[in-house]
């Protein structure tokens, strides 16, 4: 597959996820995951695999040293060869807008106007799964459509209002929205994955830009392949739909199931994430360890059970980890007892203290946050 023919732009959430203090820090996309990765890997890892060495990442002004200091030079996506381009781009307007300035479509002109590309795809960050964009962008071609989405389908447990519930007829064609209200069924849900014939949508991006209040590209997308007669192209793999706390969790949760963690991770292509030289992590003898996952340079001298523990931790003696995500550099002092809980980076968790959410209702103790005494909720 020619590098040249296709352009890709990442989007920033427009879901709105209810995520606390997780993304106070930080955007969606670089929220770590699964104690190595972060959210942004899956979308930079499928484009990656699919050939596609030209991005243009959109993203708020707010908070984003995290996304440079995670993407660098791009060198495991393959995007810091001299055929290759990475760009990022920001907008001002909140989160919770639908609309944007002029600056906004400018940008992203310029960019599909230099690319000379053929199809551009469009990928969101708030959308966890690992998929073949070979397969789709064939069948995208091999149907001659202007635009094609990607769909998975979904329990009304697990969407939000904020998702793009789909009517898909049996040629495979968009013809409606859906209403998951209406059944128990699963339905249709948008995973905002479109290829998208590059010409086209500039000219739809043009007339959206003229407009006194443009909206986000993806607002953009989601109606056009409601009046445009999309192609629907059916994801059967692994996926996960982060709009909250609740659902983040419950992903990480997921990849302590060998099979989801499999479909995930292992299935057709790799994901690639930024590399880091460190010594593997330390099992003291009187470590307890089960069905738990671990990143390099971490000490376990406690108890850990069906959790993710990222890189460089300290579990100390007699404190126990239980059905808990441990992000980098958190401290468990000795002692200690932590379940169902999300712990951000540098966290120190004093000696004796007991932390406790629970399984529909995580406790999330954000990046800074002091411990002085037990936290239940």
């Known amino acids: 597959m020619k ?3 296709y352009t890709a732009i990442l989007g920033n959430t427009v879901g709105y996820p209810d995520m606390g203090a997780l993304t106070a820090n930080r955007p969606l996309a670089s929220l770590p995951f699964d104690g190595k990765y972060r959210l942004i890997d899956f979308q930079l890892s499928s484009l990656a695999n699919a050939g596609v060495r030209s991005i243009y990442g959109i993203f708020r002004g707010q908070n984003i040293r995290s996304v440079f200091d995670h993407i660098r030079s791009g060198r495991e996506w393959g995007l810091n060869t001299l055929l290759s381009h990475y760009f990022l781009g920001f907008y001002n307007t909140s989160d919770e807008s639908e609309f944007v300035d002029a ?14 590309s053929d199809q551009t795809i469009y990928m969101s960050c708030d959308i966890l799964c690992n998929i073949n964009l070979q397969q789709v962008i064939h069948l995208h071609n091999a149907n001659k459509r202007q635009i094609t989405v990607v769909y998975k389908k979904m329990l009304k447990a697990d969407c939000s209002p904020a998702n793009e519930l789909l009517a898909v007829d049996e040629t495979d064609a968009v013809v409606g929205k859906a209403d998951i209200d209406k059944t128990d069924e699963p339905v249709p849900m948008s995973a905002d994955i479109y290829v998208v014939n590059t010409s086209w949508l500039i000219t739809k991006m043009e007339e959206e830009a003229s407009k006194e209040n443009p909206r986000k590209i993806r607002h953009l997308l989601r109606e ?35 099979q989801k963690f499999y479909a995930l991770f292992y299935g057709n292509q790799k994901v690639y994430t930024k590399v880091k030289n460190e ?28 959790s993710i523990v990222s890189r460089s931790c300290q579990v100390h003696e007699e404190s126990k980890v239980y059905k808990s995500v441990l992000f980098p550099k958190v401290s468990v002092g000795k002692g ?22 629970s399984p529909d209702n995580p406790l999330v103790i954000g990046k800074g946050q002091k411990i002085t005494g037990d936290i239940i909720q």
């Open 3 to 5: 590098s040249d023919k």
């Open 103 to 116: 600056d906004y479509y400018e940008q992203i002109l310029n960019y599909l106007k230099r690319s000379g």
């Open 224 to 258: 056009l392949i409601l009046t445009d007669g999309a192609l629907a192209f059916e994801h059967t793999g692994y996926l996960s739909n982060i709009c909250s706390v609740d659902s983040y969790y419950k992903a990480n949760m997921d990849m302590l199931d060998p």
């Open 279 to 306: 010594e593997s992590t330390y099992f003291a003898t009187e470590s307890i360890v089960k069905n738990s996952q671990f990143a390099s340079g971490s000490v376990i001298q406690g108890q850990v059970e069906h």
């Open 336 to 357: 200690a007892s932590i379940a169902y809980a999300i712990i951000d980076k540098g966290v120190a968790i004093p000696e004796g203290v007991t932390l406790k959410g």
